[in-house]
């Protein structure tokens, strides 16, 4: 049977999978998407796993998409949303969702179990959304690009015409947002936090699962688990970011957290557990092998590993792909010196800055000083209009050319 919305009034919310290329290789990935039933407009975002954090912070991406927030949101009776299902309608819903719903304004209805056409709005922009979008299967490298990707679908789906509607869809979206109701001032604290110590492996225990840190032993921190990333903050300063791992019992390891200690124990690093998920991860290239074994048969195996340590020590300060960039360069080129690698990173340290020219006023109102060089070498240039008088008293006389920085009066 046709239905009539009013503008504002409804959407529907569902979720659905789909397959994607990332770099790592494919996997299925859970959409989340929303649905206006007056306007048309349809709101699409990605997650690796459907938890009841991602299913709250897509409700927020797409109330900010749109501009605003329905008052009426209908979905079926999924688990992040429902906690007990009651006779007729009535649900229990979970906590997080009736203070989530409360913070935001709307109100919730939900199907009857099994049957998902009391939301055919929604099905039905999930099968058009897959069929022109998600078709052939898409290629990304991460979950970022994917969810770029699914942002700008969505507003190219509201030029269409949807049957039955006076107006285009994006036509029918701008009215729409004119009587949405309107966003809160802040987002509502989707993250979990807790309070572990940092253990003798430089880790942190987040449920069940371990994450690295660059801290000492013994150091409290506070973690904030979110649903794609777990932050580790300390003393008001977010010093670790993870992404996050729903397996149990695993441990999630930076490299980068781990350069103190190879630093003091350089033969640590070729059987690392953190090198290893660096390689697996992509992040460990080629180059920085050939680099390695290069030092390491230049100044024999510590030495030469400590060089490589010393110039990994680099990436978090210039950045890695500066990094990993002038490696390659410098293999190209058939250089495998450290310092030859390090030194176009650093040198825009080294490099001077000329400083302007500046007029001596104390010394006399004929002379100026300036730099000539960022060397030692001062040089004096003379402006002056008119010659000082020979009798005038304090009258300071300079070298024309004078070096290693000092000045000689007589």
């Known amino acids: 049977m046709p239905q009539r919305y009013d503008w504002g009034g409804k959407g529907q919310v569902d979720w659905y999978e789909a397959t994607v290329d990332f770099d790592e290789g494919r996997q299925t990935a859970h959409f989340f998407?929303?649905?206006s039933m007056a306007g048309g407009g349809a709101f699409h975002t990605a997650y690796f796993h459907a938890t009841q954090q991602a299913f709250l912070e897509a409700h927020e991406r797409a109330f900010h998409y749109f501009g605003g927030v329905f008052r009426r949101l209908r979905y079926d009776n999924l688990k992040s949303a429902v906690k007990k299902i009651l006779r007729g309608y009535q649900r229990e819903e979970t906590n997080r969702l009736i203070a989530f719903r409360s913070h935001w304004g709307f109100q919730t209805e939900f199907c009857n179990p099994a049957r998902g056409n009391e939301k055919g709005g929604v099905e039905g922009e999930v099968g058009y959304f897959r069929r022109n979008h998600l078709v052939p299967v898409p290629k990304v490298k991460h979950l970022a690009e994917l969810n770029a990707y699914l942002r700008t679908c969505c507003p190219q789906d509201e030029q269409r015409c949807i049957h039955g509607k006076p107006q285009p869809v994006d036509e029918a979206m701008r009215i729409e947002r004119e009587h949405l109701l309107p966003l809160a001032s802040e987002g509502f604290k989707l993250a979990e936090s807790s309070f572990p110590m940092v253990h003798g492996q430089g880790c942190v225990k987040v449920r069940t699962n371990r994450y690295s840190v660059p801290l000492r032993a013994g150091s409290k921190?506070?973690?904030?688990?979110?649903?794609?990333?777990?932050?580790?903050?300390?003393?008001?300063?977010?010093?670790a970011r993870h992404g996050r791992s729903f397996d149990r019992h695993q441990a999630v390891l930076d490299l980068e957290h781990y350069l103190d200690v190879l630093e003091r124990k350089p033969g640590a690093l070729a059987g690392s557990t953190p090198l290893q998920q660096w390689r697996e991860r992509g992040r460990w290239p080629e180059s920085f092998d050939q680099l390695r074994q290069s030092l390491r048969e230049r100044h024999r195996k510590h030495a030469g590993t400590r060089e490589m340590i010393e110039l990994l020590r680099l990436g978090p300060r210039h950045g890695w792909e500066a990094l990993k960039k002038t490696v390659e360069q410098a293999l190209t080129l058939g250089c495998t010196d450290a310092a030859a690698v390090r030194h176009p990173l650093v040198a825009g340290e080294l490099a001077h800055q000329e400083k302007p020219m500046r007029e001596m006023g104390a010394l006399g109102p004929t002379s100026g000083?300036?730099?000539?060089?960022?060397?030692?070498t001062v040089c004096l240039r003379r402006y002056s209009h008119e010659p000082a008088r020979a009798s005038s008293p304090g009258r300071v006389k300079l070298w024309s050319t004078l070096r290693c920085g000092s000045i000689a009066r007589r």
């Open 221 to 239: 921190t506070q973690v904030r688990l979110l649903p794609a990333f777990v932050e580790v903050w300390h003393e008001q300063r977010c010093v």
């Open 369 to 376: 000083l300036c730099l000539h060089s960022p060397s030692t």
């Open 33 to 35: 998407t929303m649905r």
